[in-house]
């Protein structure tokens, strides 16, 4: 069996990442024992990774999500009405401001529910996202399967990156734990 990495991709692959993306990934790479997702009987639930990680990604700068009441939710407006209120905000589970990078964390979702499809649709409109850091399992397992989820999302990214059709307003930073 392979050993856990923290697996990572940068979108569009015609340009540099933006060099904090390292810090973000050295964030997950720092609690890899904990969220490593290879060689687990069952995968994780996406808060207890993002509860993980943040520690380091608040002393990154992060706002990071503390909770799923109301006033514990990040929100990034999408439309604002009069008098400059935000009248649509979309949650994300974590914002830099200082970097305009957006980051969500997804679990046994992100592919079997389609979470990556609603982080990547989101992303797009969300104010003031130029980068979204998007992590998933390497591998998602369940009591009779498993999902190869970094690689699966890395498809996805791929082709909507590469093709003519498709001029996403960001870029991707996927990270597979």
Not at 22 to 48: A, D, R, V, W
Not at 54 to 74: C, N, T, W
Not at 137 to 158: C, H, L, M, Q
């Amino acid at each position: 069996m392979p050993e856990n990495e923290i697996n990572h991709i940068y979108f569009p692959r015609t340009e540099p990442p933006p060099e904090y993306t390292s810090e973000i990934i050295s964030s997950f790479e720092h609690h890899l024992e904990e969220i490593g997702t290879i060689g687990q009987e069952n995968g994780l639930k996406s808060n207890e990774v993002l509860a993980t990680v943040r520690p380091d990604l608040e002393e990154l700068g992060f706002d990071v999500e503390a909770g799923k009441k109301k006033h514990e939710k990040i929100k990034r407006p999408v439309f604002f009405g009069e008098g400059g209120d935000p009248t649509l905000k979309y949650e994300v589970d974590a914002y830099h401001g200082e970097w305009d990078c957006g980051l969500e964390v997804e679990a046994g979702r992100a592919w079997q529910g389609n979470a990556i499809y609603r982080d990547l649709i989101q992303a797009m409109v969300m104010v003031q996202v130029g980068v979204l850091a998007l992590a998933v399992p390497n591998i998602y397992k369940w009591k009779s399967g498993s999902s190869p989820d970094f690689e699966r999302t890395k498809s996805v990214a791929e082709a909507l990156y590469g093709h003519s059709r498709v001029d996403l307003p960001y870029g991707l930073l996927l990270i597979g734990y």
